[in-house]
């Protein structure tokens, strides 16, 4: 079985602000936004030291770290300095599946001493763009991922699917991409706490607890057993933009008014990629987390705002949220690329 590397950009867009800020290294710096339900995008690793971590409310973060230096996160910075590592890592590595902004799975197959090929890697990509990176190699998937979030920042772990389970038995099963802290709860109700554990544990309680597909499937992740076939080119089927409200809005023109702007911004995102979809669909969260979505599919594909709108509005009128909304969002589906030929000369809206 040809071997198979995850690199992962460290603290990646707290790594970015570093580039552009470099007086601002050595500091504990917070990618976030400042509102009052602001969460941490990411954290540099001196303020991961007090705690900080990603999808933490950033209220918290800064009573865990209150000389943390709050950045407000810049996009269109990060997906540049993506493709740049992307770039790089295309030009060493035939076959690559780009999994998020700062992280892919790379087939080694066919590189001469794939270990020593991955370290000159690493080394060009911060040479270039002087962001650092961890890998990790392994037979599968699962193995590559968690060997190359065991020694960050710059780590680089090449593990067997034994090597990882010895390695990592003594762990907690959540260790493991796939198994979230409700399972890892329910495991430790039947007396499993570690990833040895649920690797010998009896199937049959697994498929009791579970059901015949999640038990086996949590006995085998925690075997490290995997994949280890890759998906180059990844398309999206859809393109949403949300937004989380500071205070919650009961108002239903200040409602209409934020899905018309979240609809003109997913519609411009769509336009520069000549993508258009047929199905509209909108997202709305109430003060309670209660958590709603309503969708239609019109007769033509589009990636006109107005067309976008007029449906998301329609959608969020009749639905007529019942208490304040704490998110709004907005979602184009069923996307094509490039010129589609309409179905009808108008178009329906059903309303």
Known sequence: ????????????????????????????????????????????????????????????????????????????????????????????????????????????????????AMRRLVEEIRAETGLDCSVGIGPNRLVAK??????????????????????????????????????????????????????????????????????PDLRSRARFEGSAMLTPARIAVSESRETTFDTDIADPARLEAAMTDLAAQLCERLATQERRGRTIAIKVRLSDFTTVTRARTIDAFTNDAAVVCAVAVALLREYAPPRPVRLLGVRVAALHTGEVAETTDQLALPL
């Open 1 to 116: 079985m040809p071997p198979i590397a995850h690199l992962d950009i460290d603290a990646f867009y707290a790594s970015v602000e570093l580039l552009r800020r470099p007086e601002l290294r050595g500091l504990p710096v917070i990618v976030s936004g400042s509102g009052p339900r602001a969460v941490v995008t990411t954290a540099s690793y001196e303020a991961r030291r007090f705690g900080v971590g990603s999808a933490m409310p950033t209220a918290r973060a800064r009573r865990l770290c209150p000389d943390a230096i709050l950045v407000s996160p810049d996009f269109p910075a990060y997906r540049e300095a993506s493709v740049a590592v992307m770039d790089r890592v295309r030009r060493q590595v035939e076959c690559v599946e780009v999994v998020g902004l700062d992280e892919a799975y790379l087939d080694l197959a066919g590189l001469v001493a794939p270990r020593a």
């Open 146 to 215: 968690v060997a190359s979030d065991a020694d960050k920042p710059r780590g680089f772990v090449c593990l067997t699917r034994e090597q990882a389970c010895e390695r990592f038995g003594s762990d907690q099963p959540g260790l493991v991409p796939g198994i979230g802290p409700k399972t890892v709860a329910r495991l430790e109700r039947m007396g499993i706490t570690t990833l040895a554990a649920l690797a010998g544990a009896s199937e049959d309680a697994l498929v009791a607890q579970f059901g015949s597909r999640h038990g």
